[in-house]
């Protein structure tokens, strides 16, 4: 079945380090990706997608590309925020598969001042 | 406008009991999912309501059961409680074929904490 992958946390960073999370994923054919974030106490926030291979997505100052070659979604962001401490979480859909995601293990990024 | 609502947020059982966890899905969702988030997990596929019926389900046993009303708001049950059943429960709704590509294919409530002693 499907699944996906990311490195295990916590990950620790100074404010303005830059940050990497990786993510590859298996799956039969070519899936939609996502990375969400989860602060405490709250849901899932979409963070940013790619929907197709080569796509960047970004938001906030983060980005990751869609890499077919090697099933990837690396998450990365230039300077982090003590705002940017939260749980990441990588995963991939299937449109036709009813919008079931399935997500990775999560990773929590804690960011010192 | 009204996100995804979930009650209650906070929920302690004993081991055997059962429980029911409820959702309202966002204004203007038809479709309801569940997902179990176990503590340093990723949230895991539990089932999909869709006109009041179960259209998909993941890996999880009978004693998992759900229900979806006219009104697209939803309830999980899960009976016979186990210690390992104490996990985040999230709601996520969706509109099933909405979808475009833009925005988030689903979007969550910020979950009930059940905790089974």
């Known amino acids: 079945g499907d699944s996906v992958t990311q490195m295990e946390g916590p990950v620790t960073l100074s404010e303005e380090a830059f940050l990497t999370i990786n993510c590859t994923y298996t799956?039969?054919?070519?899936?939609?990706l996502f990375w969400y974030v989860q602060y405490p106490g709250e849901g899932l926030q979409l963070l940013l997608k790619?929907?197709?291979?080569?796509d960047k997505g970004s938001n906030k100052g983060f980005e990751a590309t869609y890499r077919k070659e090697t099933t990837s979604f690396h998450l990365e962001k230039g300077s982090v925020q003590v705002s940017d401490s939260a749980v990441y979480f990588c995963a991939l859909i299937f449109k036709a598969a009813g919008n079931k995601l399935t997500f990775g293990g999560g990773t929590r990024v804690l960011v010192k001042p | 406008d009204a996100g995804v609502t979930q009650s209650p947020t906070h929920l302690i059982k004993t081991r055997g009991q059962q429980v029911t966890l409820r959702c309202s899905p966002k204004s203007g969702h038809d479709t309801v999912s569940w997902y179990q988030q176990a503590l340093g997990q990723g949230p895991q596929f539990i089932f999909q309501?869709?006109?009041?019926?179960?259209?998909q389900r993941g890996n999880f046993p009978d004693r998992f059961s759900g229900h979806q009303f006219p009104n697209y708001s939803s309830e999980l049950n899960v009976n016979a409680l186990l210690l390992g059943d104490s996990a985040l429960y999230l709601c996520?709704?969706?509109?099933?074929?909405?979808?475009?590509?833009?925005?988030?294919?689903?979007?969550f409530g910020n979950g009930t904490r059940l905790t089974v002693t």
């Open positions: 309501y869709y006109e009041e019926e179960e259209r």
């Open positions: 790619a929907t197709k291979a080569d």
């Open positions: 799956a039969t054919g070519y899936p939609s």
């Open positions: 996520a709704s969706s509109s099933l074929t909405q979808w475009t590509g833009d925005n988030s294919p689903l979007h």
